[in-house]
């Protein structure tokens, strides 16, 4: 797959404009290998770049005294007193709810609570807000039945309620439905885990489950726009285990309470790509990855599938090397997969290999903060 010709149509496949493929070739300096062509493709989407959004939202008010952080992590921080913060995020999952109702919203849960444990805090409740078409619409049951299902069904198996929601039926979401997810979780305010890989040499560890072909590009469309057809794209959307989820909760919470845990990140959209990124981007790092450590249930994988895969349930760590045993130990109690899979350089580069062949080599900048901005018409 490797020598895989990037093409005109292979560009557009990916949902590249020319001018963002041209903007490739001047970053590389070089025509992209087909895994770093997907590699762009997903970290440019809209659902991980926010590029058309992102100049609104820097107009929202996000510090007072009590804000610990901000945007720019998994979740926001709040300080609540007595040392304690609340660590809360909301965020949505149209499309792929849209296509596969149960497994999108299920999914989109399943996210979100990474999201908030991830750094450190313990899941404690659930909220959502639904939008819909119109009741008499011929999908809305299917969709109402699915959507409502799969929220409540993730998130009673990882043992945290839904507590509140709403709801709202109108014409205007007939083929555009919004499902936006919420988690509320608390922590110590001194064991706050942040994503930043800023620690040279340390080790690159893979935890939790097994990496599939499921998702692959999910959040490419989930950044695109709805149309008729759509149903044919069930194979992007990802399929979450609930069972699988409160293992890697304990068994990262746990691990939590000593001092192995550099950084953390959870494989959200875009998958192991997303978070080696925007980790190295933070840390102003570089990181190195070595894919056939990589933990896979299917067969014959290659580096674009095992980069873009949103398989669920899986979390990326940067531990301290000597803390690596000791880690070990704790995803093996709760019968997890642990594998160290790379090493945090001083490069400001993620490369990626496998078997000793480099299949991508890209400045970590340009896919972390630095991705296109758009200013786009509005009605």
Known sequence: MKNIEVTEKLVKDHNLTNDEYNMILKILGRTPSITELGIFSAMWSEHCSYKSTKKWLKTMHTEAPWVICGPGENAGVIDIGDGQAVIFKMESH?????????????????????????????????????????????????????????IGGYGNCVGVPTVGGEITFHKSYNGNIIVNAMTVGLANQDKIFYSSASQVGASVVYVGSKTGR??????????????????????????????????????????????????????????????????????????????????????????????????????????????????????????????????????????????????????SEPLSDKSPEYDRPYV
């Open 94 to 150: 149209n499309h792929p709810s849209f296509i596969e109702p149960y497994q999108g919203a299920a999914t989109g849960v399943g996210g979100i609570l990474r999201d908030v444990f991830t750094m450190g805090a313990r899941p404690i409740a659930n909220l959502n807000a639904l939008r819909f078409g119109e009741i008499n619409h011929p999908k809305t049951k299917q969709l109402v039945n699915g959507v409502v299902s799969g």
């Open 214 to 363: 499921d998702g692959i590009n999910g959040a490419v469309m989930a950044s695109d726009e709805f149309k008729e057809g759509d149903e044919d794209k069930r194979p992007t959307v990802q399929v979450g285990d609930p069972f699988a989820e409160k293992l890697l909760l304990e068994a990262c919470l746990e691990l939590m309470q000593s001092d192995c845990i550099l950084s953390i990140q959870d494989m959200g959209a875009a998958g192991l790509t997303s978070s080696s990124f925007e980790m190295s981007g933070k840390g102003g790092t570089g990181i190195e990855l070595n894919l056939e450590k990589v933990p896979q249930r299917e067969k014959n994988m290659t580096p674009y599938e095992i980069m873009l895969s949103e398989s669920q349930e899986r979390m990326l760590m940067i531990i301290k090397p000597e803390k690596e045993q000791f880690a070990k130990e704790i995803f093996d109690k709760w019968g997890l997969d642990f594998a160290v899979i790379g090493v945090v350089t001083n490069t400001g580069r993620v490369v990626i290999k496998m078997n000793g062949e480099v299949y991508a080599d890209i400045p």
